[in-house]
Nanobody
Framework: QVQLVESGGGLVQPGGSLRLSCVAS????????VGWYRQAPGKQRELVAA???????NYADSVKGRFTISRDNTRNTVNLQMNSLKPEDTAIYYC????????????????WGQGTQVTVSS
């Protein structure tokens, strides 16, 4: 059973950058798809970006050109580089994983992390 731990959140000013990491325990991480989700207060959880085991990537329109998802299978890690941050990016960010990318994109991946808070404010 894969377990996920997110890190890298914090407080940043508008226009700033943060790098989130999702580290997975367990073997065979390279065959899993991973997605980053976020949930702002009073809003539904939404997909931010997802990456398949083969490197296929999906982004939400709201983050295209600002966020970059990448994976390092040697470190069992998926990173989310967030640039040009806006106040509306403020949320708890979660990672989600499953063998199948379509499950991750639907938000029905088998495993979730505990989340990391990102606050964009001056």
């Amino acid at each position: 059973q894969v377990q996920l731990v997110e890190s890298g959140g914090g407080l940043v000013q508008p226009g700033g950058s943060l790098r989130l990491s999702c580290v997975a325990s367990g073997s065979s991480f390279s065959i899993y798809a991973v997605g980053w989700y976020r949930q702002a207060p009073g809003k539904q959880r939404e997909l931010v970006a997802a990456i398949s085991s083969g490197g296929t990537i999906n982004y939400a329109d709201s983050v295209k050109g600002r966020f970059t998802i990448s994976r390092d299978n040697t470190r069992n890690t998926v990173n989310l580089q967030m640039n040009s941050l806006k106040p509306e990016d403020t949320a708890i960010y979660y990672c989600n994983t499953d063998r199948f990318l379509n499950q991750v994109i639907r938000g029905t991946g088998r495993t979730w992390g505990q989340g990391t808070q990102v606050t964009v404010s001056s």
